[in-house]
């Protein structure tokens, strides 16, 4: 009887308790109409975060990117190595390939000879830096750019290199760098898109290019690279249709706001306002495009300047020129894409070609900015995904070799915008195969970027399926020697 | 039977739970909440709320506290109850305590009162249910919930006050240090020992007997050896520990403690580097020397400006879609100012800057057609730094009257021209540190005059580019298609409008003199290449461009290869010769027959009918694929059996590598009438030495063959 009396006061309890706990849930549940989306995935102090960029005063405003698709050799651009000509043909020792891996183009050869640069080197400017004999115009404004030459990398194929450099993951789900700058600074110009992209194609053997890597990610659409087309209209659809007036455009977009209008009363979707927002955008868009797209009127000097190409629409000097007039007029992020760069073979020709092409250009683009006094607060930057191997791939002779893909060392360079000039960072060994002094990872590379435009890279993150992303992922330094 | 009431207590324990949840949901999501009013009056109570627990709780906790004999039977019977209404009162105030933290606090502080708080509440709450049912061994519990009561006190004041305010009459007030003041080792050295060494290597507790609070114990070292070996980073046990891996059991700070940050890391790393001293001022070291840089970071990071900020309100009201105005940085006082949209300027809108003349460091005015608008408002600016007016279009006798900012560092006036007054003007600016003047229209020795003028002045004159004498680029031909039947319209341009186009039809190589100019399209109505070239003054000629107009012909009765064509490229075999398409410049694309190996023979079968005046082959040349011009063209024509070589030449031979182009090789048949003819190409068969495949066999590619 006694387990019985004292079952029932058990059940009894549970029950109680089970009935209290209700309550509590209860009251949860009404607390929780406190927390709209606390139960949608949705969520983060996003606009506190938003509020307190930049971080920090910025030293750059803008960035154009020319970033050199298919991967230049820094061996005969910027990473002078006599060794490598001296010991021509000889095999590169184990001692210094310390297991590298390899693509699937030399992983089969059995030799890995050595070679040098088909090019002379010499060196100029105050830096006194090595320049080859292909980049002339780059060596005319050595003392203005900071060449680094010991970028590394973590791929080996193009595409995820890319989409590593670009957004800071391998695989392409990610916001590009530009998109992070967009959802971070957003636009200085409310009449253009903070991120614009314009391509190009050189002679030599190309890699493609995809809009993965100018992607939004998980990011608002509106932070997404605008890419602009090499035709008469650089940026389609943006033209009013046929017979249609400015004026009745507006009406229309009025009449349209005021239906979405309606709507937003009814779902309060920000969605919709956001809409409308990008209607307007255009419409301002349509004007200011032209003003900036129109190369007619820029002086003879600049024809000069930049060369005669820039004056041919779809080539990279015209887009160097075109991604000038976008930044001047307060683009955030303009990234260039050049392709052509991926010499496996015929390296001396082709490299020649590639050189020739972009050179004079992006040393123009330099010249440009600092003669309007934008350079101070303008990053350029020029490089591509990887490095080229010290040996030859393929069949090797006194004039024709070709590299493979090298991720261990490159070069790249960057100038203005808060970047010391005439400056050399890093150095490889005598091999060009590893690095010595001061290596940059990518990820340092970009936490750099976003710490010249006035924001801590840890600090810029995005909420996305339950954890928060930021453009270094989970590593990056600034590197603070090569900052004024 | 009496009708059962039910009990404050069962009331106040059914609560319990309610508080239970509600700040359980609280503390979860109070950083995204939206708090109605309501319920923030109710978190700003707990400030008053949170006396009701304190003596509550207290209060009852103190019976189990008390010896037996203090226990009367009045107080046993109502210290339950203080306890549950404490409890509940506990509830309400974490609440509203959780709610009120919704209002921008944080910190430690913050931290360890809001858990502190919560362990009273569920203490208390959980003490109150366990009393009911066990009676002794309560008394530690109760004194420990106490003890936490306090603890919660003591943060809440810390938030409130601020961390050291308890004891802060007992410590002496720290003067600001500036710059020019400051220290190496007390002012950037110490205070990083003193936060994240010091609580293990003090007086009383000196792990590795090592001191770190005194510079005695610095220069010793512990039980390890040296400390700080000046100069000597390797051999410098600070410097070693501090750089181990985070796993090593020697690490510094051990891994459970708060790590050094990045910056901490670097400035003792160079301060032992600069030779670890304990005297030396920051302001003895010169301006680029690492410490400096850290120190110049640290005292004088307080304030540029000292201006007050404009209100947010009135910079949203300055903002529009041409006119952009921000902070240099979130914090800054000092704004920047750009226009943009050049269609939309309207000079009247300058007058709205009147109000932040104070605040505005940086303004651009870049391309704006400011016309007859003054400058003169500038002049109002007491601290503006910097202004752009590349481009904008500015009147002369504005620019001659060009305001004299004293403040101005930078100024950009570039494509503006300038007359000698506004030049003179602008040459009495001596504050200037940088001055862009790129595009303004001056003489070598007005410019020389204004670098004597203002000798401590950056000027740049930018890129004049008239001494500079480049390539031109070739022009571009225009034309629809290749293969034609009457006749064809071709197109000429050049993206400099002003350049000289010279072309030639007739085979012969344009020159700037001779050449026809191109005016207008030009009609051609037989088989030919068209080549061209642009001139201009101040240029070097381009490069030819050229391309060829193939006349569709006869086709003849009947034909064969002789030779079969490499595999890979023999499209459809002979019928490729007269399928009237034009191949286009790809060699894989089947529309091409291609040989290494054998020369390239065809058989071509006349009708008496058929008098052919001329005969095409249509090429492609491409010579980094190794597809050269023929070494050798024989045109052999048969009469009644009897054969006669028409023609037998060597083509020009590729010196280069050059675009991927298609060639046209015509010859003359002289009328003769011929009832057959045979066409024999000869690729190279081992390419020029200059060619990176110097020694391989090279190709021929053909894809027509046009009779006329």
């Known amino acids: 009887m006694e387990k019985e009396f004292l079952e029932h006061g058990l059940s009894l309890n549970r029950r109680k308790f089970l009935s209290r706990l209700s309550l509590g849930l209860g009251s949860a549940a009404l607390g929780s109409l406190l927390i709209p989306d606390l139960f949608s995935g949705k969520s983060e102090a996003e606009d506190a975060i938003m509020a307190a960029l930049p971080h920090f005063a910025p030293k750059a405003k803008r960035v154009i990117y020319l970033f050199q698709n298919g991967a230049p050799s820094q061996l005969e651009s910027f990473d002078y190595k006599p060794l490598l000509q001296k010991n021509y043909g000889m095999d590169l020792p184990e001692s210094i390939r310390m297991g590298q891996r390899l693509t699937g183009m030399t992983a089969g050869q059995d030799k890995f000879p050595l070679v040098g640069s088909y090019y002379d080197f010499n060196q100029y400017g105050e830096s006194r830096a090595w320049i080859s ?120 977009l009025d009449h349209i706001a005021a239906m979405n209008d309606l709507s937003f009363k009814e779902f309060n979707d920000p969605a919709i306002t956001a809409k409308v927002q990008q209607y307007e955008m255009a419409f301002r868009m349509q004007t200011a495009v032209p003003e900036i797209t129109d190369v007619s009127k820029e002086p003879d000097s600049i024809v000069k300047l930049y060369g005669p190409d820039c004056l041919v629409p779809g080539t990279y000097a015209a887009n160097c020129l075109l991604a000038r007039k976008l930044s001047e007029s307060g683009v955030r992020f303009v990234q260039l894409y050049h392709q052509g760069w991926d010499q496996h073979d015929n390296l001396p020709s082709q490299m020649a070609m590639q050189a020739k092409d972009v050179d004079q250009a992006s040393a123009a683009l330099i010249t440009d900015l600092k003669q309007r006094g934008l350079l101070d607060e303008t990053l350029v930057i020029w490089g591509g995904e990887f490095g080229r191997t010290n040996y030859c791939q393929g069949k090797i ?87 004024v | 039977m009496a009708r059962s009431r039910i009990s404050p207590s069962a009331i106040l324990e059914n609560l319990l739970f309610v508080w239970f949840g509600f700040s359980a949901i609280l503390l979860v999501g109070i950083e995204i909440a939206s708090i109605p009013p309501f319920l923030q009056v109710l978190g700003r109570a707990h400030p008053l709320l949170l006396h009701f627990p304190i003596v509550l709780v207290m209060g009852g906790l103190l019976f189990w506290v008390l010896p037996r004999s203090y226990k009367s039977e009045a107080y046993a019977q109502i210290a339950p109850f203080l306890l549950l ?166 690490h510094m700070p051990p891994k459970n403690k708060t790590q050094l940050t990045e910056e901490e890391m670097n400035i003792l790393t160079a301060w032992v580097n600069s030779g670890a001293t304990f ?8 301006e680029e020397h690492e410490l400096f840089q850290f120190a110049s970071k640290t005292f004088d990071s307080k304030q540029e400006y000292d201006f007050d900020a404009v209100s947010d309100e009135k910079l949203e009201e300055l903002n529009t879609f041409f006119r952009k105005v921000n902070p240099i940085y979130p914090e800054s006082p000092a704004l920047e100012l750009s226009y943009f949209g050049i269609a939309a300027f309207d000079p009247k809108s300058l007058s709205d800057l009147q109000e932040i003349r104070t605040q505005l460091i940086s303004l651009n005015l870049d391309k704006m057609p400011l016309g007859n608008a003054s400058l003169d408002f500038l002049n109002e600016f007491p601290n503006l730094e910097k202004l752009s007016l590349n481009f904008a279009e500015l009147s002369q006798d504005k620019l001659e009257r060009f305001p004299n900012i004293k403040s101005l560092k930078e100024l950009s006036l570039s494509g503006i021209q300038l007359s000698q007054v506004a030049l003179e003007r602008i040459s009495g600016m001596k504050n200037l540190e940088k001055l862009f003047l790129w595009q303004t229209g001056l003489s070598a020795e007005q410019k020389a005059n204004l670098r004597a003028q203002l000798p401590n002045t950056e000027i740049d004159f930018g890129f004049d580019g008239s001494d500079v004498i480049l390539p031109l680029n070739p022009p571009r031909i225009k034309q629809e298609r290749i293969l034609f039947s ?150 052999i024509g048969w009469k009644n059996g009897k054969s006669t070589i028409i023609h037998s030449e060597k083509p020009e031979q590729s010196e280069k590598i050059g675009e991927i182009r298609s060639e046209l090789l015509s010859y003359s048949l002289k009328d003769a009438d011929f009832d057959k003819i045979q066409v024999k190409l000869y690729p190279i068969q081992s390419l020029p030495p200059w060619h990176p495949g110097a020694g391989a066999k090279g190709w021929v590619f053909v894809d027509e063959i046009l009779l006329n």
């Not at chain 1, 959802?183 to 991120?195: I, R």
């Not at chain 1, 050399?424 to 990820?443: A, K, L, Q, S």
Request: hydrophobic share 35%.
């Open chain 1, 133 to 252: 004999s292909i980049f002339p115009y780059t060596a005319k404004v050595v003392d203005d750019i900071c060449i680094i030459k010991s970028m590394h990398t973590e791929a080996i194929n193009h595409d995820p290199a890319l989409t590593f450099f670009q957004t800071g993951a391998q695989v392409g789900n990610r916001p590009s760098m530009g998109s992070w700058l967009s959802y971070g600074l957003g636009s200085e110009n409310n009449n253009l898109p903070a991120f614009c992209v314009l391509l190009s194609r050189g002679r030599g053997n190309g890699q493609g290019v995809y809009s993965k890597l100018w992607s939004n990610g998980f990011l608002d659409a509106t932070h997404q690279g605008v890419q602009f087309s090499n035709s008469e209209d650089p940026v389609l659809y943006l033209r009013d249709p046929h017979s249609m007036s400015r004026n009745e455009r507006r009406k229309m």
């Open chain 2, 279 to 286: 005297d030396q001022k920051v302001a003895d070291l010169p």
């Open chain 2, 486 to 635: 009457e006749s064809l319209e071709m197109e000429l341009s050049h993206p400099i409008p002003s350049v000289e186009i010279r072309y030639s039809i007739d085979g012969t190589e344009p020159d700037s003199l001779s050449s026809p100019v191109y005016e207008s399209p030009i009609t051609v109505t037989s088989s030919g290449k068209i080549r061209a070239k642009a001139f201009a003054k101040g240029w070097i000629g381009s490069q030819e461009v050229s391309s060829i107009f193939m006349k569709s012909g006869i086709k003849p009765t009947e034909y064969r290869l002789l030779t079969q064509p490499n595999p890979r490229y023999q499209g459809d075999l002979e019928e490729t010769l007269f399928d009237q398409i034009k191949g286009e410049n790809n060699h894989t694309s089947g529309e091409w027959l291609g040989y290494s190996e054998d020369p390239f023979v065809a058989e071509l079968m006349l009708k008496e009918s058929h008098s052919i005046s001329e005969l095409a082959i249509s090429l492609l040349y491409n010579e980094s694929a190794y597809i050269f011009p023929p070494t050798r063209v024989e045109i």
């Open chain 2, 85 to 250: 209404l404490g409890a509940n009162f506990s509830g309400i105030t974490v609440i509203a305590g959780l709610v009120l933290s919704s209002e921008g606090y944080e910190g430690d502080a913050l931290f360890w009162h809001q858990w502190a708080g919560m362990i009273t509440f569920w203490g208390g709450s959980f003490f109150y249910f366990f009393q009911k049912r066990k009676q002794n061994a309560l008394q530690i519990p109760s004194i420990l919930l106490m003890l936490c009561i306090v603890l919660t006190g003591h943060w809440g004041a810390a938030i409130t006050h601020g961390e050291d305010f308890l004891l802060a009459p007992l410590k002496t007030a720290e003067p600001e240090v500036t710059l020019a003041e400051a220290e190496v080792f007390e002012h950037l050295v110490r205070p990083i020992l003193q936060s994240k060494c010091e609580s293990c290597h003090r007086d009383g507790k000196v792990k590795g007997e090592l001191r770190m609070d005194i510079v005695e114990g610095l220069q010793k070292g512990g039980k390890s050896g040296p400390f700080i070996l000046a100069g000597d980073l390797d051999n410098s046990l600070l410097i070693k520990r501090i750089n181990l891996p985070l796993e090593e059991e020697e």
């Open chain 1, 397 to 483: 002779t006194l004039e024709n070799y070709g590299r493979d893909h090298h991720p261990r060392a490159f070069s790249i360079w960057m100038a203005g915008g808060g970047v010391k000039s005439g400056m050399v960072y890093g150095e490889t060994d005598e091999f060009g195969y590893n690095i010595t002094e001061n290596p940059v990872h990518v990820h340092d590379f970009q936490a750099t970027i976003l710490h010249l435009m006035g924001i801590d890279h840890e600090r810029l993150t995005y909420k996305h399926l339950g954890r928060r992303y930021r453009l270094t992922d989970v590593s990056g330094h600034v590197v603070k020697d090569i900052l």
